[in-house]
DNA sequence: TACCAATTAATTTGATCAAATTATTTAGCT
DNA sequence: AGCTAAATAATTTGATCAAATTAATTGGTA
């Protein structure tokens, strides 16, 4: 334990870090992970990537089998249709609180980060799309300041992860097209009933190209 | 390690009893917990209970502070609005698929629920008036067959457990009127809509009741 | 070759311990 | 007395290890 000045526990890092590998698409779903595997990887003691699955296993990212076996967990139909249910009640509802509270420079942030993924789709970098995505997300939802909505909305997040990035790898970056235009202008002038609609229809054609993989 | 022939692992069982500590009202809002008490209160070792506190930290059933000690949220109106929202939207839609997949068995089941409700409140039995309202509800929602709905709700619930102790606490049982025996009704003659109805009023008069308690 | 039992390897699980961090108490000073 | 600083106690944190469980492999038999 020869940590000189480390400020936050080690297993809130690698809850991070484990919750980000879901996140970007590092990790497959279907994928079985062992505690040995992830503690070599990250560079840890088998302790805190322990806590760390726990709680990542508590959000849904991850599920442990019967057999104790911690994998990722594989998207159904059924689960596709609660998770849209619940992003279309939870996520206009914090984009609407977001951008009442939208300072200009968080406008600014997030159209960089529209400016990113648009980089990210020519270049075909698809964890570069998926990261950026999710900055560009996020960064409204946090400015709502609503915890509660925030984590729901990210325990959602963890489960389709996996499930974009087989999208990615399916159709491409090149045919996403992006509602994040929409949003950003709705900010800047101050037209939330346009921040909300173009967040709804980003989550349908979203769910939309996870079902296309699905049913297959 | 003498465990002659215990199925699940300890951190789960573990999980399971801290987890009814918070819904079931043994743990009062803003109570510090520490990890050796719980582990010697429960008779356990140290390892799993870190395990199960990470993850109910992870549903909001408990919160590290930034000291690192663990304690019961106390609820904010904020977090009220934002829990209402949510349950409003999804424990009726569980309430309709549950309501149509209910065997009669169930049926039955639930109207035992409710006497026992019922006497719970009679004998101002708070423990026993929580644990058969959640089973209550629960027994709905486990025959919707959704997971994640389900988890979310469960997650709401372990929010709102320590107020509903304060709650009965300050106004005690009697005022409780239940919206349960219209349920029932609904759901053996197939009403789905009166089901659905029962259960939006009962949750908006729960909620109600800890506003009360909060804005004193 | 195909199939099944037995052995071996890999992994999880939970206890224990030292180090680090935080909370509490005591002592000293003005 | 009142306040600050040092010392003590309590608690968390992460590594390590033995036991248990599960997966993989080997060997034997029909």
Redesign the interface.
């Known amino acids: 334990m020869n940590k000189i000045v480390g400020k936050k526990?080690e297993?809130e890092t690698i809850y991070v870090q484990i919750k980000e590998m879901v996140l970007f698409g590092e990790v497959v779903p279907g994928q079985p992970l062992t505690i040995h595997g992830l503690a070599e990887k990250i560079g840890a003691g088998v302790?805190p990537v322990?806590?760390?699955i726990?709680?990542?296993?508590?959000?849904?990212g991850l599920a442990t089998l019967e057999n104790?076996r911690v994998v990722v967990p594989t998207m159904t139909m059924?689960?596709l249709e609660?998770?849209e249910?619940?992003r279309l009640?939870?996520e206009p509802?914090l984009a609407v609180m977001g951008a009442e509270k939208c300072s200009l420079g968080k406008v600014l942030e997030l159209e960089r980060l529209d400016a990113l993924i648009d980089e990210a789709i020519r270049k075909g970098d698809i964890r570069g799309y998926l990261e950026a995505n999710y900055r560009f997300h996020f960064t409204i939802y946090d400015a709502a300041d609503?915890?509660?909505?925030r984590?729901?909305t990210e325990?959602?997040w963890v489960?389709i992860g996996p499930s974009l990035r087989v999208v990615c790898g399916r159709f491409g970056t090149t045919n996403l097209t992006d509602q994040h235009r929409e949003a950003t202008k709705g900010l800047r002038d101050g037209d939330v009933g346009k921040v909300k609609q173009a967040l709804q229809e980003d989550i349908r054609q979203g769910m939309e190209f996870i079902r296309q993989t699905i049913e297959n």
Chains 1, 2 share one sequence.
């Not at 726990?54 to 849904?60: K, V």
């Not at 609503?146 to 909505?149: C, K």
């Open positions: 526990p297993h302790t322990r806590e760390a726990r709680r990542l296993t508590a959000e849904g104790r059924h689960w609660q998770i249910l619940v009640t939870v509802e609503a915890l509660i909505l984590r729901i325990s959602l489960r």
